[in-house]
Antibody, heavy 119, light 107 residues
């Protein structure tokens, strides 16, 4: 059974940093792209980052480019999201998701971890 | 960026009824569209990909149609477990974008 469990969320002041983790199980982690997607309170979903199987290629939308960094440790079946220079608009539930393997959609999601950016 | 517009935002229906949700893209995305279901306390669930292909485990009462810019998710003979929020997502080009969601409520 595929499982994705995010940790690391919490309350952080604007301008500070936070690192999220997502531990995966139930599939061959090193064979799949992984993603972070977020949802601000009362809002829709926003794709935040992608990473390829070996971590050599990463992608971000303009809203987080230069501030967020996705990485992975295939030995630990874990994907990370380092978030720097946090802003109030980064307040959201952050979800880890697995690539379906055949195209760029997400076949499994974690339950999410909440990040609140506030002074 | 490709803008994804879902309608309606809210939809009230009763078990046994059929409903349709629209998702329109601001430019052609071929058939590179997925539908997801969001329920409180549960992980988001992939229902349909490639516009109309049911993900393994998705009940056959769900169907997807469309290509280019106009897509539709149809749920026939609603069951209680179907009352949830539904999102479309385009994966034709970066950045991947989602529709604003449709909340399907019990009438």
């Amino acid at each position: 059974e595929v499982q994705l469990v995010e940790t690391g969320g919490g309350l952080v002041q604007p301008g500070r940093s936070l690192k999220l983790s997502c531990v995966a199980s139930g599939f061959t982690f090193s064979s799949y792209w992984m993603y972070w997607i977020r949802q601000a309170p009362g809002k829709g979903l926003e794709w935040v980052s992608s990473i390829n199987t070996d971590g050599g290629s990463t992608y971000y939308p303009d809203s987080v480019k230069g501030r967020f960094t996705i990485s992975r440790d295939n030995a630990e079946n874990t994907v990370y999201l380092q978030m720097n220079s946090l802003r109030s608009e980064d307040t959201a539930t952050y979800y880890c998701a697995k690539d379906a393997g055949s195209d760029w959609y997400f076949d499994f999601w974690g339950p999410g971890t909440m990040v609140t950016v506030s002074s | 960026d490709v803008q994804m517009t879902q309608s309606p935002s809210y939809l009230a229906a009763s078990p046994g009824e059929s409903v349709s949700i629209s998702c329109k893209a601001s430019k052609s995305i071929s058939n590179n569209l997925a539908w997801y279901q969001e329920k409180p306390g549960k992980a988001n669930k992939l229902l349909i990909h490639s516009g109309s292909t049911l993900q393994s485990g998705t009940p056959s009462r769900f169907s997807g149609s469309g290509s280019g810019t106009d897509f539709t998710l149809t749920i026939r003979s609603l069951e209680f477990e179907d009352f949830a929020v539904y999102y479309c997502q385009q994966y034709n080009e970066y950045p991947w974008t989602f529709g604003g969601g449709t909340k399907l409520e019990l009438k």
